[in-house]
T-cell receptor
Framework: KNEVEQSPQNLTAQEGEFITINCSYS?????LHWLQQHPGGGIVSLFM???GKKKHGRLIATINIQEKHSSLHITASHPRDSAVYIC???????????????FGQGTILTVHP | DAGVIQSPRHEVTEMGQEVTLRCKPISGHDYLFWYRQTMMRGLELLIY????????DSGMPEDRFSAKMPNASFSTLKIQPSEPRDSAVYFC??????????????FGPGTRLTVL
């Protein structure tokens, strides 16, 4: 079983819909990252969370440490949101663990006009 | 700032050849990461450096892979000899670090490697 599981693997939506992508992990973590990878291949960091909730424009990320679960929400989705969304966790593994991100398999989002 | 710079952007080589991938991190960042992305395995951390010192290379697949960071503004990932299964996109990322994993990583555009 992977340490980081994302769902769904593929998601298709119509423009304007509310979208939720989920990420579950099985170990203690220091922080969780949400990344976006566009069709051209570039990777951009969207959020980094260790607790609570963060919002940036139409994107909202939440994390529940007790339940080992995070969600990425997109409100009023747009075709330009079409991308692969990747969840990554930094594991609790001691002082030298900085940087050891473990990645989910990604969620492919397609938003149709 | 120009962001993280990687070269070449595309590399096609034949099995057995040496391949060198290059990375220039964002100025002032003290952590540098090398990742590999394949369809089968997704993104994987290969190695990371802090202040030019390799901290964890447990993700390096085998002895054919080596990475160096001779100074704060340059790193290389070398594969010798290359094999077809090394075909992947290799990303370099950098961040401004602290004692935890709380810092955003900035990714380069990647190098798409094809080994024939």
């Amino acid at each position: 079983k992977n340490e980081v599981e994302q769902s769904p693997q593929n998601l298709t939506a119509q423009e304007g819909e509310f979208i939720t992508i989920n990420c579950s992990y099985s170990v203690g973590i220091s922080a969780l990252h949400w990344l976006q990878q566009h069709p051209g291949g570039g990777i951009v960091s969207l959020f980094m969370l260790s607790s609570g909730k963060k919002k940036h424009g139409r994107l909202i990320a939440t994390i529940n440490i007790q339940e080992k679960h995070s969600s990425l929400h997109i409100t009023a989705s747009h075709p330009r949101d079409s991308a692969v969304y990747i969840c990554a966790v930094g594991l609790n593994a001691g002082g030298t663990s900085y940087g050891k991100l473990t990645f989910g398999q990604g969620t492919i989002l397609t938003v149709h006009p | 700032d120009a962001g993280v710079i990687q070269s070449p952007r595309h590399e096609v080589t034949e099995m057995g050849q040496e391949v060198t991938l290059r990375c220039k991190p964002i100025s002032g960042h003290d952590y540098l990461f090398w990742y590999r992305q394949t369809m089968m395995r997704g993104l994987e951390l290969l190695i990371y450096f802090n202040n030019n010192v390799p901290i964890d290379d447990s993700g390096m697949p085998e002895d054919r892979f080596s990475a160096k960071m001779p100074n704060a503004s340059f790193s290389t990932l070398k594969i010798q000899p290359s094999e077809p299964r090394d075909s992947a996109v290799y990303f370099c990322a950098s961040s401004l670090g602290s004692s935890g994993v709380y810092n955003e990583q900035f990714f380069g555009p990647g190098t798409r490697l094809t080994v024939l």
